[in-house]
């Protein structure tokens, strides 16, 4: 921790914030029961929160520099070319309020229905050394971003307008793409799978991806025609998923195929890669705990572990 807060201390201009951030990130890894201003100053040994709020909203301090030295420090660390995962979600934190930035009445995973909440996208690198967040960025709805009063008094810029979570994850995924550290798989769910600009992005950079799909996806075959999945052989039941393939709500990794859906590595369509012996497909896996789930990918890249031979 010594040498992490060393590492970002030249990104704050005043000695009091640069002191002040390492009892801040002690607080975050501390096993607190609850966050906030005042324990997290408690456990700094501070008598009010007052500091710890200047720190967070008043103290100059360059805020992407820190995000950038966290990269850079997160993919020293954990960096493995081999398994290393470029993860895009986003995530909801409860309100109760309407004055926190972007809060709203919004759907939210944490909950699992609409709810008065934040709605943050994150970029995250996994690999079998580790994980961590190496970026981030606050969903704001048009609620807000048509309301420049409302946002000029919760401290949002007049140029930061309306994006959707797919453009914010790309441009996450651009910043690092031009820091020239963006050089494994890049895996995400249906919110960012089914959107074309999205996968247009990461072909359109040769990054190659395995994102959640809907089940009845269908791809465009290099003829034109769109075609939905047929029987293929591919990942034996007793295989991993592919890059990035996790648990999450379709259940663990275990993979036992159902079909899949191939393109030659000629194709030019987009949102696929070529060359190579890269190719773009679709596959299928039975959740193992319940029969009737059917988690689905839809993936472009070189096949590397095993994946299904893009036929003719």
Not at 124 to 151: F, H, N, V
Not at 276 to 297: E, F, H, K, L, Y
Request: glycine share 12%; proline share 7%; aromatic share 8%.
């Amino acid at each position: 921790m010594d040498a992490l807060v060393e590492l970002i201390s030249g990104r704050f201009r005043r000695a009091e914030p640069r002191r002040r951030v390492g009892a801040y990130l002690r607080g975050l890894l501390a096993g607190l029961e609850r966050k906030n201003g005042w324990t997290m100053a408690e456990h700094a040994g501070a008598v009010s929160p007052d500091g710890m709020q200047r720190l967070l909203r008043t103290a100059g301090w360059d805020i992407d520099g820190v995000r950038n030295d966290l990269r850079g420090y997160v993919l020293e660390k954990l960096g493995d070319r081999a398994s290393g995962v470029f993860v895009v979600d986003e995530t909801g934190f409860v309100k109760k309020g309407v004055r926190s930035a972007g809060v709203a009445r919004q759907y939210t995973g944490t909950t699992g229905k609409i709810d008065n909440c934040q709605i943050g996208v994150f970029l995250a690198y996994a690999s079998t050394r580790g994980r961590a967040l190496i970026d981030r960025a606050l969903y704001l709805p048009t609620a807000w971003t048509e309301d420049r009063a409302r946002c000029t008094a919760a401290g949002i810029p007049d140029e930061v307008g309306f994006a959707t979570k797919p453009q914010l994850g790309v441009a996450m995924l651009e910043r690092a793409h031009t820091a020239g550290v963006l050089t494994g798989w890049v895996s995400a769910d249906e919110v960012y799978g089914q959107n074309p600009s999205f996968r247009g992005w990461l072909a359109a950079h040769r990054v190659p991806y395995v994102l959640v799909t809907r089940n009845d996806d269908m791809l465009t075959s290099p003829d034109g025609h769109r075609r939905q999945p047929r029987p293929w052989p591919c990942w034996p039941a007793t295989a991993t998923a592919p890059p990035g393939g996790n648990a999450g709500r379709s259940g663990p990794a275990r993979t036992a195929c159902a079909s899949t859906t191939g393109l030659p590595s000629r194709s030019t369509r987009p949102g696929c890669l070529t060359g190579g012996g890269t190719g773009c497909w679709c596959a299928a896996r039975p959740n193992p705990d319940r029969v009737s789930s059917i988690g689905s990918w839809r993936s472009t890249g070189a096949p590397d572990p095993p994946r299904p031979r893009c036929g003719s």
